[in-house]
């Protein structure tokens, strides 16, 4: 397959905004590529060559990008660095820069698709010595053959940054409609929830059809994308909802973690499937003693300590200990975790996801003894308001942040990358006006003024729409910042930096910059009003208007363990609207 058939679907994508729209478009291209090149397709569509939890990363540095360009095309590098800033898009820089260079040269070979994969591989396994130089030399080669238009989009995948607005739910729409049955859709899901790999699942599609699909199970080394609470604000409704009976558990403010163990290997995953396991070696070895069985899937959280006390502390604590590669010793005796495992997926073969809660939590018993180190979670069952309160009461102090409500029913099952009233949120700041915190999206910002000018005044924050795909705004963030995590935002956020809004934002406001999703931060707010200039759930509670949250402030926390898409929906934020003891009418 040529490289430059690929290309044209991109623009496609790219000229369009509809997720339905580029269902369409996806599905065509895939049921046209054979099988193999599918799940390349696949990959390099979200910007990668690899699943997400694969530890092998593109993300070429911009600079190196511009300085390869500059010696491929022979323009002066501060032309193409003066073109990026004005841009702000490595690929509409490369596209360019390249339209000039095709005047006067002619492209020795047409380029396709697997030259370019390959070519990105040896990229990303180049390391050591003279690696960047490397790279250079196997970028400048593709590059060189290259279309501008090519270019553009070859430029984009090294630097992750592909911007075409195509989510894994539009890329499971496409495999659905390309090789299966609207009906099959939650299979084709499910089958990405349990591997997390979307290119294994389109190649398995392609070959063996949905019957293909249906057979695959839960893998030790592939993470399992994590099932996801709903939230209610009392007792007496969660009870009213799982039937009056529930298994209430401590709700840990850590880490969470996915430790897949066969034998003596051990391997910790985020929920966002980052590897981890060198981040916490103390764990892996705890986990090593304190588990009895040949292998398994079990899901934990770590909690900061306070070794002289033993009370656990503020997540903010081990957050310290994240993306640290050096001094990780002294890190680990200044910032120690204990892991609370509290699921049990899979166990000596046995895929457990589709057995109920109790039988799961009975197979991590039987698995896991328990030490200073590892221990299992804090769980009760209850069916009676008052001991669910009482239970409550004693979470708060033990230092958790309240309770997970979680069905004991037969239909119990562990699902993988929903969210849903299976598992339910009981914390303590849901009893009032807006107490509760949310994990917001900056998708803008605003230049600062007076003793904020050079830096950003206030951050432009959104929800996430998960039935549209999109992200609609629902406050200006300008409190809870001190000066020097305001001095480190315009860093923090220039690897996202647009040049206008991105397609998935939907704002009535005009921002003075714009980023791609993907900073998430915690913000805390009085509450949740009518506001006509925001577009979160706009016109579903009245018309032309959406929620906004008044007064919000940023808590200190950068939520750097949930993607875009795991922010707090615009369902959720409209479920805590409604259940405010006081409603703001207009």
């Known amino acids: 397959m040529l490289y430059g058939e690929l290309v044209k679907v991109y623009e496609a994508l790219e000229s369009t905004s509809g997720r339905l729209e580029m269902t369409d478009i996806l599905a065509k291209f895939f049921q046209m590529a054979d099988c193999e090149s599918l799940r390349k397709i696949v990959y390099l569509t979200q ?96 590059l060189h053959d290259a279309t501008p238009r090519e270019a553009k989009y070859i ?233 669910a309160d009482a239970f409550f009461q004693e979470a708060l102090r033990d230092g958790c942040e309240g309770l997970m409500a979680k069905s004991v029913a037969d239909d119990s099952v562990y699902r993988a990358g929903s969210r849903g009233f299976l598992w339910i949120k009981y914390k303590k700041e849901y009893k009032s006006e807006m107490t509760d915190t949310v994990d917001l999206v900056v998708v803008g910002a605003f230049a600062g003024r007076g003793r904020r000018k050079g830096v950003y005044g206030a951050l432009l924050m959104a929800t996430y729409n998960g039935e549209e795909d999109t992200f609609e705004t629902v406050c200006k963030l300008g409190s809870g910042f001190d000066d020097q995590t305001l001095a480190s935002l315009p860093s923090k956020l220039e690897v996202s930096r647009l040049s206008e809004k991105h397609p998935k934002v939907h704002s009535k406001l005009e921002a003075d910059f714009w980023f791609e999703p993907s900073m998430v931060i915690e913000v805390l707010g009085a509450e949740i009003t009518i506001s006509p200039i925001h577009t979160c759930a706009y016109s579903r509670i009245r018309k032309d208007a959406g929620l906004a949250i008044r007064f919000p402030r940023f808590t200190g926390r950068f939520r750097d363990d949930k993607g875009p898409r795991e922010a707090t929906t615009t369902a959720e934020l409209e479920t805590m609207y409604k259940n405010q003891l006081k409603k703001v009418d207009g």
């Open 155 to 387: 430029a984009r995948i090294v630097t992750g940054k592909m911007r075409l607005g195509v989510a894994d739910m539009t890329v499971i729409d496409a495999l659905s409609q390309a090789f299966a049955t609207k009906e099959d859709r939650d299979v084709v899901e499910r089958a990405f929830n349990v591997s997390s790999d979307l290119g294994k699942v389109g190649e398995r599609l392609c070959r063996n059809g949905i019957e293909g699909i249906k057979e695959m199970k839960v893998e030790i080394g592939n993470p399992i994308r994590a099932m996801l609470a709903e939230r209610l604000p009392s007792p007496f409704e969660i009870l009213e909802r799982m039937g009056g009976r529930a298994a209430f558990e401590y709700k840990y403010d850590g880490v969470r973690v996915q430790a897949h163990i066969e034998g003596k290997e051990i391997t910790l995953f985020s929920r966002r499937l980052e590897d981890l396991t060198s981040q916490f070696p103390d764990v892996v070895k705890a986990l090593r003693s304190a588990f009895r069985s040949k292998s398994g899937i079990l899901e934990g959280e770590c909690v900061p300590v306070d070794i002289n006390t033993g009370e656990m502390l503020p997540f903010q604590e081990v957050s310290h200990r994240r993306g640290r590669k050096h001094d990780l010793t002294s890190a680990i005796e200044e910032y120690p975790v204990r892991i609370f495992l509290f699921d049990c997926l899979h166990l000596d073969g046995e895929d457990l996801t589709n057995k109920p809660l109790l039988e799961r939590r009975r197979a991590l018993e039987s698995c896991v003894q328990t030490t200073d180190e590892v221990r299992t979670s804090e769980m009760r069952i209850v069916d009676k308001i008052e001991d």
């Open 47 to 142: 910007g990668q060559l690899y699943p997400d939890f694969y530890p092998q990363k593109l993300g070429l540095a911009d600079k190196l990008l511009l300085k390869t360009i500059a010696s491929t095309s022979g323009t002066n590098e501060k032309n193409v660095h003066e073109l990026w800033l004005k841009e702000g898009d490595p690929g509409t820089v490369s596209e360019r820069i390249f339209e000039e260079k095709r005047q006067t040269t002619l492209f020795s070979e047409t380029l396709t698709l697997n030259r370019v994969y390959e070519a990105l591989q040896r990229i990303t396994e180049a390391e050591g010595s003279g690696s960047q130089h490397q790279k250079m030399r196997l970028l400048s080669d593709v």
